[in-house]
C-alpha cells in the first residue's frame, strides 16, 4: 500500500532554476531512497539515504531526511530539459525484504 | 550498475489470454524481486514479493491465481497473467535487489516495465 504523499504533484520550472520535491512517509524506515521514471520507461535509482543520515548530495542533486517529521527532500540545481520526469521518494521497511513503499509522485516539467 | 532486463515491453492481447512477462537480472544474483502494477499518473503498487525456490508473498487484494509468479534461479522471475480481460490493461514493472549480505542498505533496480493492453 502506498504510504507516502509528494508535494508538490506537478512542479514546472524553467532550465537554470532549482527544483524541490517533499515525500512525507508514516512508519520507521530503514532507508529512503528516491528513483526518476521518464513517462513510459522503469525507474532510475537517484539516491539512497539511510534512516541515520541527514543529508546527501549526488551531483546536482541533494536529499535530506528528517526522521523525527517523517519527511525527506530531493533538490535537483541548475535544471536541465532533461530533468523532465517524474520522481518518487520510496521508503524501505524495516524488515528482512526491504520492501519498497512509493510516494504519490512529483512530475517536473523543466522548460527550455 | 546492476541491469535488470524485462520482456516483453508492450503487449497487445485479446481477452482471455494469458500472458507471461519475463524479468531477468542480468550481472547480480537476485534473491528477491518485486512485482508492480502503475496506473497512469499513478504511482507504483507492489503486488507481490518474489522470493527464489519459494512461493511469492502476495500483498493484500491480489489474486495469487490471477498473477501468477515463479521465481526458479536466481536471475528469473516470471509473472503470468492469466486469462487476462480489459481491467487488467497497466503498466507492470518487476525489480531486483542484490542480496543484502553485509549491507542492509541496498537500492532496487529496476527493469523497463511491460505495457499490457488487452482487447
Not at chain 1, 12 to 20: L, Y
Not at chain 1, 21 to 27: E, G, H, I, V
Not at chain 1, 43 to 64: A, D, F
Not at chain 1, 97 to 102: A, D, E, G, P
Request: glycine share 6%; net charge positive; charged share 20%.
Amino acid at each position: 500500500s502506498q504510504q507516502g504523499e509528494e508535494d508538490p504533484q506537478a512542479l514546472s520550472i524553467q532550465e537554470g532554476e532549482n527544483a524541490t520535491m517533499n515525500c512525507s512517509y508514516k512508519t520507521s524506515i530503514n532507508n529512503l531512497q528516491w528513483y526518476r521514471q521518464n513517462s513510459g520507461r522503469g525507474l532510475v535509482h537517484l539516491i539512497l539515504i539511510r534512516s541515520n543520515e541527514r543529508e546527501k548530495h549526488s551531483g546536482r542533486l541533494r536529499v535530506t531526511l528528517d526522521t523525527s517529521k517523517k519527511s525527506s527532500s530531493l533538490l535537483i540545481t541548475a535544471s536541465r530539459a532533461a530533468d523532465t520526469a517524474s520522481y518518487f521518494c520510496a521508503t524501505a521497511s524495516l524488515g528482512l525484504s526491504r520492501q519498497l513503499t512509493f510516494g504519490s509522485g512529483t512530475q517536473l516539467t523543466v522548460l527550455p | 550498475g546492476a541491469v535488470v532486463s524485462q520482456h516483453p515491453s508492450w503487449v497487445i492481447c485479446k481477452s482471455g489470454t494469458s500472458v507471461k512477462i519475463e524479468c531477468r537480472s542480468l550481472d547480480f544474483q537476485a534473491t528477491t524481486m518485486f512485482w508492480y502494477r502503475q496506473f497512469p499518473k499513478q504511482s507504483l503498487m507492489l503486488m507481490a514479493t518474489s522470493n527464489e525456490g519459494s512461493k511469492a508473498t502476495y500483498e493484500q487484494g491480489v489474486e495469487k491465481d490471477k498473477f501468477l509468479i515463479n521465481h526458479a534461479s536466481l536471475t528469473l522471475s516470471t509473472l503470468t497473467v492469466t486469462s487476462a480481460h480489459p481491467e487488467d490493461s497497466s503498466f507492470y514493472i518487476c525489480s531486483a535487489r542484490e542480496p543484502i549480505g553485509t549491507n542492509s542498505n541496498q537500492p532496487q533496480h529496476f527493469g523497463d516495465g511491460t505495457r499490457l493492453s488487452i482487447l
